[in-house]
């Protein structure tokens, strides 16, 4: 996994984020998820292993999620574009489930974060 040393450093670190991935990590029969506020803010290492379990070769040890039916995420949206959380990578992930009947997440537009980084 190429973010495994990160995972790793975070949870010795205790960053709730991390322990969240692995919760998540073990639950393969889950079928609704929901994400909001400092859950949904602070997500990049969940947004990873998601990413990881459904996108990259079958051979990782990371559940399919293939009961996940339900998924809402709501990543507090600040005016302020140095403060504002770049979930769109993350988010578009939940895309990929493969037996998803209700997703409900709000994505910030990649064309802001361009121009934001571009500046």
Known sequence: MPFGKLWIS???SGTMNAFVAVLL???PR???LSFSLNFAKEWV???RMLRAALLEPRN???PK???LKKVSYYA???GDMKNRIHNTVHAMTLF???NMEDIRVNIENPYSCLAYQST
Request: net charge negative; no cysteine; charged share 20%.
């Open 30 to 32: 889950l079928e609704t």
């Open 10 to 12: 975070e949870l010795r």
């Open 45 to 47: 290492l969940t947004g």
């Open 65 to 67: 999620f293939d009961h």
């Open 60 to 62: 990782t040890a990371l």
């Open 25 to 27: 990590s073990q639950v």
């Open 76 to 78: 507090p949206i600040d």
């Open 96 to 98: 990929y489930l493969p």
